[in-house]
């Protein structure tokens, strides 16, 4: 299986789960052990969607009601800047293990190395242990340039090398 086939697989079981958790929670039975439960948020863009800290704080309080075991929140949780110091302190404040996952506009504004600072990410990809599951969480932002990858950085995955010849480059900056 080539690596981007089994990344859509991932993403394809996180969106499922999501959607089965309704933005909240999801159990699994972990064998043997009892339920694992974790919250699972992704997608909430305060920069340019409403409410995005009333959206984090229902979400937060939903996780710490139902008990979760841990959150994670799968990418585009917010650009890294002053202004969105007091939302990133919002997810911090969370009292359990909490987890970010690399989201494709994380990097709107700023390289991924920026952007993991900001938000407290150790690495762009690591793995960690609850109950009886192993985690792993991965990075898939990478553009596919002349034979090599290069990572997302400011936004430069919304136009391409071979369509920036095409075009004059006041629009493309």
Not at 144 to 162: A, C, L, M, R
């Amino acid at each position: 299986m080539k690596r981007r086939n089994f990344l859509e697989c991932c993403m394809l079981f996180l969106v499922a789960a999501a959607a089965k958790a309704k933005g909240v929670g999801l159990e699994a039975e972990a064998s043997g052990s009892g339920r694992l439960k974790f919250g699972v948020i992704s997608d909430i863009h305060p920069d340019i969607m409403h409410d995005g800290e009333h959206r984090l704080q229902v979400f937060l309080e939903a996780a710490a009601k139902n008990k979760v075991d841990f959150i994670i929140e799968l990418g585009d949780f917010c650009f890294a800047k002053e202004a969105n110091v007091p939302f990133r302190d919002l997810w911090d404040k969370f009292p359990g293990d909490k987890y970010h996952v690399l989201g494709n506009h994380d990097m709107d504004i700023c390289s991924k190395e920026e952007y993991m600072e900001f938000v407290g990410m150790k690495s762009r990809y690591y793995s960690f242990d609850k109950g009886n599951f192993h985690f792993i969480v991965l990075d898939p932002n990478n553009l596919f340039v002349d034979g090599k990858y290069i990572p997302y950085k400011n936004g430069n995955f919304y136009v391409d090398t071979s369509q920036r010849e095409h075009l004059d480059p006041e629009q493309v900056e």
